[in-house]
């Protein structure tokens, strides 16, 4: 086990609600990446958060959302759900060192159904 | 950078045996490579990871062999068990500043006893 963890781990919501999902770091980790999943494919870069600020962003609309708390653990908020949105929402924590070779360990999971 | 990918979706081999799962990258600036495990309904477990100074890995049963002249990767799993069974991922970082990952679409090992 990594230490990681994430809840909930299912969810279920319909087009157009809000969603939140929440991670908590490994101990002694400072920084927090949050990948989708989608089935069948390999987990897609969100967002990462490293000393509670936004440290990067891949292909996604600002409709996805995230926060670091002084804790290091971390929020991934979606608004205005579609149903692509559903997927398996992975978070990873680091310890910050290097950054590009920094090792990401992650958590079990939030599987999103979007209805 | 977004180009990680796989030569082959599946890959069953009998336990016991060696296994190799390779994997082919389009950026030569990526300069940091993982490979991950993931089980069913489970996160991507870290197996070993190699910087692009190194040609070669080892860890337990599995070693990691990079060659960049060819953008290739691959992992080998030596006598491999029925708990190796699971779906392999490599990433690499793209070259970027940052700890962004890209990653492939995996490959389906599965171990027949």
């Known amino acids: 086990e990594t230490g990681v963890t994430q809840s909930p781990t299912h969810l279920i919501k319909t087009r157009g609600q809000q969603v939140t999902l929440r991670c908590s770091s490994q101990s002694g980790h400072n920084t927090v990446s949050w990948y989708q999943q989608a089935l069948g494919q390999g987990p897609q870069f969100i967002f990462q958060y490293y000393r509670e600020e936004e440290n990067g962003r891949g292909n996604f609309p600002p409709r996805f959302s995230g926060l670091q708390f002084p804790n290091y653990s971390s929020e991934l908020n979606v608004n205005a759900l579609e149903l692509d949105d559903s997927a398996l929402y992975l978070c990873?924590?680091?310890?910050?060192?290097?950054?590009?070779?920094?090792?990401?360990?992650f958590g079990p999971g939030t599987r999103l159904t979007v209805l | 950078g977004e180009n990680v990918g796989l030569h082959l979706p599946t890959l069953s081999v009998q336990e016991g045996d060696n296994s190799i799962i390779n994997c082919a990258y389009s950026?030569?600036?990526?300069?940091?490579f993982i490979w991950y495990k993931q089980e069913s309904g489970k996160g991507p477990q870290f197996i070993i990871d190699i910087r692009s100074n190194m040609d070669k890995r080892q860890g337990q049963r599995v070693t990691v062999l990079l060659n960049k002249t060819v953008k290739h990767l691959s992992l080998q799993i030596a006598a491999t068990q029925p708990g190796d069974s699971a779906v392999y991922f490599c990433a690499e970082n793209g070259g970027s500043t940052l700890g962004r990952l890209y990653f492939g679409r995996g490959t389906q090992l599965t171990v027949w006893p």
């Open positions: 990873a924590s680091s310890l910050r060192l290097a950054a590009s070779t920094d090792t990401q360990y």
């Open positions: 950026n030569s600036a990526s300069d940091y």
